[in-house]
């Protein structure tokens, strides 16, 4: 339990477990959860203005880019990234997927989108 709000199942211990986790119903909706090569990291800090306001511009800018463009697809917020062999699971500020990489199978999407 991490203060009195977020609980951590004894489970997740390991990348696989984190995956399963992240993906259950039991994931917060709140906070940043991380998880890369066997380190587990947790940001319940509530997000800044200026890091918002930092994050819309690149946002309005890199994503106005990849649709004018036709470079692929620009994703904000709360989408998870894993890489397996990295073992590697996120929800970074945003991503971007371009059209070559879910050509070529290097992206694949899962669950829904």
Request: hydrophobic residues 45%; charged residues 15%.
């Amino acid at each position: 339990m991490i203060n009195g709000g977020v609980h951590i199942p004894a489970t997740v211990n390991d990348h696989d477990s984190f995956r399963l986790w992240a993906h259950s119903d039991r994931f917060p909706e709140r906070g940043q959860f991380f998880f890369l090569n066997g380190k587990f990291w947790v940001d319940l800090s509530m997000e800044t203005l200026i890091h918002n306001q930092i994050k819309s511009v690149i946002s309005i800018v890199v994503g106005s880019i990849v649709l004018n463009e036709g470079l692929g697809t620009y994703l904000a917020d709360r989408m998870m990234l894993t890489h397996v062999a990295a073992r590697l699971s996120c929800e970074p500020g945003a991503m971007f997927v371009s059209n070559a990489s879910l050509a070529d199978g290097l992206v694949t999407l899962a669950k829904g989108d």
